[in-house]
């Protein structure tokens, strides 16, 4: 006879998304086990059962995140060009990084600023797997002929990085959407 454990009095996923918002506004080193059960609603043992620790409820957020709230980076990767790709990527970033009612800025970026090897490590991981998959993508654009041959996609996916992630640091400092657009504007003359 199979004993089954209570069922769970929470939806995981709306407590994991409450946990989201809690290490993006405070980062991961600045985020206490208190801070996350008040925010998800539930006690330590809920918790350490749903999710693992705080490092393993960390990397379930961040995937979460990037499925969810960064939904928009896969949607880009379907525009016919290479430079519709990115111009979609740079532009429909810029409304993440500013949506009302979100904290401002990146998880990716905010979550990790400080903390231990792991995490930073994992998180730069995550982000250099967003580079790979768009200079993936530039790399056929170049072979469609719709960038110029000369073009190196890994240099170009590692630029529009750049750009995407200063522009996540400047969020999360107080620069306005119109103000962020305006770096977009001046990235896209850049390109190829």
């Known amino acids: 006879m199979t004993t089954q454990g209570r069922p769970r009095g929470f939806d995981a996923d709306e ?15 600045g ?29 379930r957020a961040v995937g979460r995140y990037a ?19 990115i111009e979609r990527f740079l532009r429909d970033n810029v409304k993440a990084l500013t949506r009302p009612g979100k904290p401002a800025g990146c998880l990716s970026i905010q979550g990790g600023l400080s903390g231990s090897p792991e995490i930073t ?9 967003g580079e790979q998959a768009l200079a993936r ?25 750049v750009v995407s992630e200063g522009n996540a640091v400047h969020a999360a400092a107080g620069a306005s959407r119109a103000q962020l ?5 001046l990235a896209l003359r850049a390109l190829p």
Do not use: C
């Open 15 to 29: 407590a994991l998304d409450r946990a989201i918002e809690v290490f993006w506004a405070q980062g991961f080193e």
């Open 31 to 59: 985020t206490s086990l208190t801070d996350l059960t008040t925010a998800m609603n539930i006690n330590r043992p809920s918790l350490y059962a749903a999710f693992g620790n705080k490092e393993e409820l960390f990397r």
């Open 67 to 85: 499925e969810v709230d960064m939904a928009y980076a896969a949607a880009a990767l379907l525009e016919p060009t290479g430079r519709e790709v």
């Open 121 to 129: 490590t994992f998180l730069a991981d995550s982000r250099r797997g």
């Open 137 to 161: 993508r530039l790399a056929t654009a170049v072979t469609d002929g719709d960038l110029p041959a000369a073009t190196d996609p890994d240099a170009l996916a590692r630029y529009v990085m």
């Open 181 to 185: 657009h305006a770096t977009v504007d």
